[in-house]
């Protein structure tokens, strides 16, 4: 019943403002100025329409305002600095003394963790190990065989074809052992995230002492600003002198993070050294190219361009123009 | 990195004048041996590393008188308490502390950083006023992020001329 009146009414308002709009196109046809109410129709419209806008504003408000919940800074993560790592330069390799110094670093701290699975040993050969220490690094590890006669799969030494065995049995195990958070896999990590190389730097030496006040850190997690979300399962695991180098250099913690972090991009891009060599081959000979074309385009060119094009009329005005 | 610095590279080796760049793995013992690897400016690096060495505390006096008479227009007593505590604790582990970590506090005492560490300092005193009181309403991640943007960004190329 209510609603029938209320509909009623509406369709009365609408009949008015009909009405109104029909009076404001006569009286724009005609310059009589005939309705006296319209104007008052208007100004209540238009007084509750923006009433309207402003409830509707202020109701969102009310809902969404007074806290953002979506693309807070600490969600997005703090951006990585960008570091001016030589190996990234055009024409400058990695230094394979770091590569060296980072697999250690790999290898006594990240390994308890992380695995390296697209990494075979036969890759360290030349570029971090000499064939040697790479083939006896191998040889720690056993490796399933092929079946033998009785179909029985045994173990043998690994070789130098063999892939960096991953510290897990399967991604299940790492969660189990990690308190559900799975360490990722590390061979192209530096390719898989934002910022590359200064991410991974930043999140290994980022972790403050403490975090800042009112930071909530959920349970089981560090507070590191440079991972999204700023809650890391990972604590911080590179401390001052924790690597012993072999070369004598002195393992600070910002020290091992940039090699490891060398190691990794080596890990991610293994070809790189080899793709800027031939890259600026490639640039040279192209170029020599180059230059040879617009030479022989010129040369092929040159009667074209450089001859001229004249008119000269008849002399003796045989020709009858037509009148 | 930059086109330049390959610019400048390429200059740097058809010049008969500068430094090689390669270098024996023995010779990384000696501290000029440290230079970076980049040897853009020949003589420049090492006798940089050098002042800076010798030059540090002067710097960091500095530094901090700066910002201390920053701080005492806005706030008096509280805040120079808070940093002369650093500034202890650097002088006694000069030799182990990590050089990222003695950058970056010299770039968050610096002029450069001043606002920021402001701001975080401000925020600080009172988000913890506020837990005191009952839950914290906010917290500082923000301000957090900027100062240590402004801080990691100053020490970068400090770093790495340090680093190996």
Known sequence: ?323 | MGFWDTITDLVDAATPWSTAEAEHPDSHKSPQGDAPLGGNAPAAPAKEISDETTAETDKEEKAEDETAEVKKNEEPAEEEEAEEEPEEEEEEEEEEQDPKDKFEDDCKNSKQCAPAKHHYDECVERVTSQESEGGAKEDCVEEFFHLAHCATQCAAPKLWSTLK
């Open chain 1, 1 to 323: 019943m209510f609603a029938r009146s209320g509909l009623r009414s509406t369709q009365r308002v609408f009949a008015g403002a009909r009405n109104g709009a029909i009076n404001v196109t006569k009286r724009a046809a005609s310059t009589s100025s005939g309705a006296e109410a319209s104007p008052v129709r208007l100004n209540i419209a238009a007084a509750a329409s923006t009433a309207v806008a402003i409830g509707s504003i202020a109701w969102y408000y009310h809902l969404y305002g007074p806290t953002a919940h979506a693309m807070t800074p600490a969600e997005e993560g703090l951006h990585a600095t960008k570091y001016p790592w030589v190996h990234q330069q055009w024409f400058k390799t990695f230094d394979h003394q770091a590569l060296r110094r980072g697999f250690q670093v790999y290898r006594e701290v990240c390994a308890a963790c992380h695995s390296l699975q697209r990494v075979p040993y036969r890759a360290f050969v030349g570029t971090i190990l000499t064939v040697d220490e790479a083939k006896a690094m191998a040889e720690e590890n056993e490796y399933d065989t092929e079946p033998n006669d009785q179909g029985e799969i045994e173990k043998r030494p690994g070789k130098l074809s063999d892939y960096l065995p991953a510290p897990y049995k399967n991604d299940e195990a790492a969660r189990f052992a990690n308190n559900g958070a799975l360490p990722p896999d590390l061979s192209l990590m530096v390719k898989a995230r934002h910022g590359g190389c200064d991410y991974i730097f930043s999140l290994l030496t980022g972790y403050p002492d403490e975090p800042p006040a009112g930071a909530q850190v959920g349970a089981g997690l560090n507070f590191n600003p440079y991972f999204p979300g700023t809650g890391i399962a990972m604590a911080r695991v590179l401390y001052d002198d924790l690597v012993d180098y072999e070369d004598g250099t002195r393992a600070s913690t910002s020290q091992m993070a940039k090699d490891v972090t060398e190691f990794l991009n080596w890990a991610a891009e293994p070809e790189m050294d080899d793709r800027k060599r031939t890259g600026l081959k490639v640039l040279v000979v192209t170029s020599i190219l180059f230059a040879a074309t617009v030479w022989v385009k010129r040369y092929k060119w040159a009667y074209l361009k450089s001859r001229k094009i004249a008119y000269a009329p008849p002399k003796d005005a045989n020709v009858q123009h037509r009148q």
